[in-house]
Nanobody, 123 residues
Framework: VQLQASGGGLVQAGGSLRLSCAAS????????MGWFRQAPGKEREFLAV???????SYAGSMKGRFTASRDNTKNTVYLQMNSLKPEDTAVYYC??????????????????WGQGTQVTVSS
């Protein structure tokens, strides 16, 4: 499956953005979809994963501000980000895996990655 992330941009602190990740392929509904981000000089950080059936799980620090969802009819997953802070500035990535794991926070769980979309939050 090929992934294309979009929706990033420049936003003021306190604002919102919705990222999208469009997937190619007819088996999208079989994939768990993860969201990660990577700030300059830092490791890639897990944000959320959404199961094939649409059940999301979040990194503890993201719960409440970020909401993951998916539309299997459109082969697209979304990450709604609210109350953005300057420290949310990063490149945001979507990723896909068709394997079942006890957790999905590790980048090694994912076979496929999107190209990333830049989110910049100004203070």
């Amino acid at each position: 499956v090929q992934l294309q992330a979009s929706g990033g941009g420049l936003v003021q602190a306190g604002g919102s953005l919705r990222l999208s990740c469009a997937a190619s392929g007819r088996t999208f509904s079989n994939y768990a979809m993860g969201w990660f981000r990577q700030a300059p000089g830092k490791e890639r950080e897990f944000l959320a994963v959404i199961s094939p059936s649409g059940r999301p799980s979040y990194a503890g620090s993201m719960k409440g501000r970020f909401t993951a969802s998916r539309d299997n009819t459109k082969n697209t997953v979304y990450l709604q980000m609210n109350s953005l802070k300057p420290e949310d500035t990063a490149v945001y990535y979507c990723a896909a895996t068709d394997m079942i794991y006890p957790d999905y926070a590790n980048t090694a769980r994912y076979k496929h990655w999107g190209q990333g979309t830049q989110v910049t939050v100004s203070s």
